[in-house]
């Protein structure tokens, strides 16, 4: 981004996106209208913690999130491909990937986006302390995780969390924000999109760039049906 957008409000889109299909493009086009902020970031992870080594190479991954954007004329570049986690240390650990962002952009106001049952596993996160200060959270409805739950994990995260009924979220220390979005779920796992895809089919929530892209570099085990 440039100087001229300092101070916009920019989601942070973490995964493997290994395919990235639509339910993802679909996520973030709600969060990003729902939650009125000016960017969203897809940022594909060389290697996420705690998960096997992805099917398709980083560059691949990126140039089918990519050519999934670029599908997308009407988000005017309110979504984009961020590869800041390329040259950082392995494993991809979203502490390191902030601190770069803000490095890089500093000004702008940082969510994070992440599914109700990671917020459950984020004691066990990474300087978790730390990152909680850096950004806002918007928690995305996951397993049916209800808001008593999303209110309990986040009050014996930090005690300072309490639920603003005006604003329809929780407000920390240092004005750090968590708005937990219930009217949406995160994509299913892009494993049966894979699995579709090794058996010669063509997934119904893969856009069609992708799948190009896919049938190109014969991705996934992908062979055309004799």
């Known amino acids: 981004m440039s100087v001229s957008e300092e101070g916009h409000a920019v989601g942070l889109f973490g995964g493997t996106f290994d395919p990235v299909h639509q339910g993802h493009l679909d996520l973030a086009r709600h969060v990003l209208d729902r939650c009125r ?8 992870a060389p290697l996420p913690p705690h998960k096997r080594q992805p099917a398709a190479s980083f560059a691949h991954r990126v140039a089918m999130i990519e050519a999934a954007l670029a599908e997308c ?35 702008h106001r940082f969510f994070l986006i992440i599914g109700a049952d990671s917020l459950l596993d984020l004691p066990h996160w990474h300087r978790i302390d730390q990152l909680l200060a850096l950004v806002n959270l918007i928690v995305v409805n996951r ?21 603003d009924a005006q604003h329809g979220l929780w407000i920390g220390r ?14 299913v796992s892009s494993s049966s999109i894979r699995e579709e895809l090794a058996q010669g089919k063509v997934p119904a929530m893969l856009p069609p760039a ?5 049938k190109q570099y014969h991705l996934y085990g992908w062979r055309a049906p004799l």
């Open 210 to 214: 992708v799948f190009d892209y896919i």
């Open 37 to 44: 902020l000016d960017r969203l970031l897809f940022i594909p």
């Open 73 to 107: 004329p009407g988000d005017s570049g309110c979504l984009r491909c961020s590869c800041v986690e390329q040259n950082l240390p392995l494993p991809s650990y979203t502490i390191h990937t902030v601190e770069a962002l803000i490095k890089a952009q500093g000004g």
């Open 174 to 187: 240092g004005e750090r924000t968590v708005e937990y979005l219930d009217d949406i779920e995160l994509p």
């Open 143 to 163: 397993d049916r995780i209800t808001t008593d739950k999303v209110d309990m994990a986040l009050g014996s995260l930090d005690a300072s969390f309490k639920f």
